[in-house]
Each structure stands twice: as C-alpha cells, then as structure tokens.
C-alpha cells in the first residue's frame, strides 16, 4: 500500500477518526480526560515509590536506592517521551494499549521483585529493567494524550491543565504512599491496586475516546482489559497468601507474623527446632537461640562499670529494644526504680507484648511497671530534653547505620545528647556493628564517642547468628574495664561471668584498630554510613 493512500480497517472503510482534519474532529469530554491525567501521574508515582522502597528494604541504604530509582525512573520517562514522536495514527488505541502494559508491568511489580530477589542473582537488572519499562510506558502515555487533547482546547490551556493535574497526582501519590498505602496495604497489595486502577482507566477510555475509535478498537481493549484485571483482581483477593509466598522466599524459615508498620516491615520466623527470629525491613534483630548472649553482653557491662565506682543504677535508659530483651536483663536490677524505653515504632513494642513466644521470650518485661514506653525518635526525644532528669545508665540498641536515617544516631551530635542525658558517672553501653566484618566502622564509632567528650572502652563479644559482634561503654568520666560482673544481679547469666567479661575487652589483631585514627562520624556528612556499606558489601 502507497504512504500516501488514506489508512484503512477492511476495503471501503473511511478514513480513521484520528486522521480526520481538525475541522471534523468530534468533541470530547475534557474533565473525563483530566481525570485521566491524575489517575496516570499517581499510578506513575506509586510504582516509582514502590520500586524505591522494596530496593530499600532488601538491599539497605534507602538514599542511594531512592536515589537510583528516581533518576532511572525519570530517564525512562524521558525515553518514552521521545519515543511518542513515532507513534503516528491511531494515538487514541495506542493510548489505551500503554494504560493495559502500565497496568500489567506496574501491577505487579512488587511481587516479581520480592521473587526475583529471593531466586535471581543480578536483583539489580530485575529492578532496573522493571523501572525502564515502567518508566517508559509513564513517559508515553502524556504527550499521547496530549495529542488527543490538542483539538479541543487551545495549546497554553492544554500544557497548563495537563501539567497542573499530572503534578497535583504526584502530590497525591507521595502522600497516600507514606500515610495510607505502605502502612495500611503493604507493598503487593499497593501494585496490584494500581495496576487494577490503570486497567480501569483504559477500559473507561473506551467510553471516553470511543468519538475516535474504531469499534474493533474497542473490543481489543476491553478484551486485554477485562483478563489484566481479573488477573490482577484474582492477586488481589489472595494477596496474603501472594504475599506469604514471595516474601517466604526471602526467608530460610517460615514465617509465622508479618506486619507492615509506618516505618518498617516486621516478620517474624520459627525454625523447627523452635529457634524464632525477628526481622525488621528483611534485618535480622535477634534470634532465641543466641540473643542471650548478645543481651547479657550490651546491658551487664555497664552495670559493672557503674557497681565498680560504688553507685548505684536505679534510673536506665534504653533507646530502641522495643523487643523488651534488653529491658529483661535490666529488671535482673532490683535496684534499678524506673526504666525509660524510647522506640520509634508502636508496632514492635506492641508485637513483643502480643506475640506469646516474644513475650516469653522477654519475660514480659514491657509489662513491669517500672518501665515506660516513649514512642517517639530518640533523636528527637533527647533534643527536646525528654531526659527531664539524667539516667545512671544507658543502654543505646539501634540496628547498624545501614541508612542515613539510623546513621544520624551515630553521630557525634546524637552521643553529645547522650552525654548530656547521662550523670557524670553514669555508663552508656553502645551497640557499635562488628569489629570483624566491619571493622573501620566499629572503630569510627568508637572515635565518633569520643569526639563528643565520652571516655570509652570498646569490646566484643561471640553471638553465632551475627557473627563476632562489637560494643562500647561510654562515660562523661574517664572509664575503666570493668573487671568482675555486678554482684547484685539476681539470678545466674547464661554465658557471661567474670573471666568472660574480661576477656571482652580483648582485641585480636584481626580487629584491632588501624594505625590511621578513625575519623568521626557528623551529622552533615554521615561518612559511616559509606563505610558500613561498603565493608559489608565483602560478606
């Protein structure tokens, strides 16, 4: 057939609606199509989100993985916007054709990617190549309609109102993503929601656009549409059991409670031996096998230290430990009057209080009444002077700064706060990663107390599901080793005794520092967080 020759459906057919001079073009329904525009920007924006947080969750570092994400995401965007300049006839069933692959690809995203993460060894093509594809069918489906659009209004209208509704719909996203759908819906549940949504636009743009299309058209829509959506409908209505089955594949055990919380996804697992271990973001905190031994080694250290200067602990501070674990070997104390726990996230102080086999676990320790639970950043909570009157001890229990958000709580401001919340002869006890397999970072943090006026003394201790594992006692005073274990605690520890916590304090050369003095870690710049990463990156 000839370029030039009019584009036909079937012998005798009339030319296609989108061919029609401008003249002849048949009215359509702008709001309907504005509508469109939100519904495409924040479907748009949810799987950018999407992507960005489950990279996040299984591979750490959420500034670089977001980083990454949105700058491949926009890439793809403009790729896809480019590629619109191909599209000649038909704009209106093209139109609808990309809303079927957004809808398809987008819809399930987050499942593809838990799976791919548990069985694929390059993770980061998946993600990539999920956002290139994702990105490009968002990139297209603008000026696509745009083109539809051009003959019924003027063209400064048409930029201004496409533009205000396609970023009114990012606003929407970003806000039902953090408030209402990763708390509320989790992330599977969250993809194929919108992947329903964008294959509701398409087939509602049959109806719309029906004034340009063929009827032949429109059967083909509305038959990818209506098996997309019973598809992504079909996840849907299972989607815990969806979910099970791709986050199971992450997890050597199975998992016995899953929770998405404003901040973090919560599982816990039970091997069949009964060991239970709780994650939180795919991070493992504690397993019941061992957890004694990391326990007993973060809180009886600073008890000893401070027995040893004749004082007496009667007011703690725990910042994290929602689990309760840490606050069990504190109430072995009996002298110890009121204990203060500061955890940012409702959801694990109240799994440990829910959950039978954490809250045997933790001797129910949150339910004593010499504890209170502050739900809020420890940051935060020390700035505003939430430390009315200063703790003997402090028992600081943070997951490692494998993000910049905890990395702040490893700062030389966060330990100047501490100090300022401890008596002069009071004892913190510092969670400070491994002296082994992160063994610069283990040092920086000890450099990053000491910059913020704490005498320190760093040690170590055997925990077989971390690995050899690292501390620090800090004080406002000059500090020694402790060299024998409180004598007032009640009952007998399960691993540590006096010749054990001696040996604490003792370095190999394998984890000893580098002859190079560690810098401090700041606020402004977080070179911890690098260093971490980049060090356990090796394991």
Same mark, same amino acid.
């Given at each position: 057939m000839s370029d030039d020759l009019p584009n036909t459906d079937g012998a005798g057919a009339s030319p296609a609606p989108d061919a029609l001079p401008a003249s002849a073009a048949p009215r359509l329904s702008a709001p309907l199509l504005y509508l469109t525009v939100l519904v495409i920007a924040t479907s748009g924006l949810v799987y950018e989100l999407l992507a960005g947080t489950l990279a996040s969750y299984? +591979? #750490?570092? /959420?500034v670089t993985q977001f980083s990454t994400t949105i700058g491949v995401y926009l890439f793809a965007m403009g790729i896809g916007s480019y590629a619109s300049r191909f599209v000649g006839d038909d704009v209106a069933r093209r139109f609808l054709?990309?809303? $079927? =692959?957004? %809808?398809l690809v987008g819809g399930t995203s987050a499942p593809l990617l838990f799976f791919a993460f548990a069985r694929a060894e390059s993770f /980061?093509?998946? $993600?990539? #190549? $999920? +956002?290139m594809v994702i990105g490009g069918l968002v990139g297209l489906e603008i000026p696509l309609l745009m083109r539809i659009l051009r003959e019924q209004l003027d063209f400064r209208e048409l930029v201004a109102r496409v533009l205000t509704f396609d970023y009114v719909g990012a606003l929407l996203a970003s806000l039902l993503f953090a408030l209402v759908l990763v708390p509320e819906r989790g992330l599977t549940r969250t993809s194929l929601l919108f992947g329903l $949504?964008? %294959? #509701?636009v398409a087939l509602a743009g049959t109806r719309i656009l029906r004034p340009v299309l063929r009827p032949a058209d429109v059967r083909r829509v509305w038959i990818g549409g209506v098996l997309i959506a019973l598809l992504l409908g079909a996840g849907l209505l299972r989607s815990e059991k969806l979910q099970a089955v791709t986050e199971q594949a992450l997890y050597a055990d199975p998992i016995v409670f899953a929770e998405q919380s404003a901040y973090q996804r919560l599982v816990v697992t039970r091997a069949r031996s009964g060991d239970t271990q709780l994650y939180l973001n795919g991070n493992l905190q504690f397993a019941s096998a061992d957890e004694y031994r990391y326990h007993e080694a973060l809180v009886h250290p600073a008890f000893a230290a401070v027995a040893e200067r004749g004082l007496a602990a009667r007011r703690v501070l725990v910042l994290g430990g929602g689990d309760g674990l840490a606050a !069990?070997?504190?109430? @072995?104390? =009996?002298r110890v009057e009121e204990i203060v726990l500061v955890d940012l996230d409702p959801a694990v102080t109240d799994l440990a209080t829910r959950l039978p086999a954490l809250r045997a676990l933790s001797g129910d320790s949150l339910a004593d009444p010499r504890l209170r639970v502050v739900h809020d950043d420890a940051m935060v909570w020390l700035d505003e002077g939430g430390a009315e009157e200063p703790f003997d001890v402090a028992i600081v229990d943070f997951p490692d700064p494998n993000n910049f958000s905890l990395g702040k709580l490893y700062t030389r401001r966060f330990y100047g706060l501490l100090r300022d919340a401890l008596r002069p002869g009071g004892v913190a006890a510092v969670q400070s990663t491994s002296p082994l397999y992160a063994r610069r970072s283990f040092w920086c943090i000890d450099a990053t107390l000491r910059a913020a006026g704490l005498s320190t003394r760093p040690y170590h201790a055997a925990v077989p599901s971390f690995g050899e594992w690292g501390f620090g006692l800090a004080s406002p005073r000059p500090l020694d080793a402790p060299g024998r274990v409180a004598p007032e605690v009640s009952g007998a520890l @399960?691993?540590?005794?006096? =010749?054990?916590l001696a040996g604490l304090f003792v370095f190999g050369r394998d984890m000893a520092p580098d002859p190079e003095p560690a810098e401090p870690n700041r606020l402004d710049?977080? !070179?911890?967080? !690098?260093?971490?990463? !980049?060090?356990? =990156?090796r394991w």
């Open positions: 299984v +591979l #750490g570092d /959420s054709e990309v809303e $079927l =692959a957004c %809808a /980061s093509v998946v $993600l990539y #190549g $999920l +956002l $949504l964008n %294959a #509701g !069990r070997e504190i109430l @072995r104390y =009996a @399960r691993w540590l005794d006096d =010749a054990t710049e977080q !070179r911890l967080v !690098r260093l971490y990463e !980049r060090e356990m =990156a």
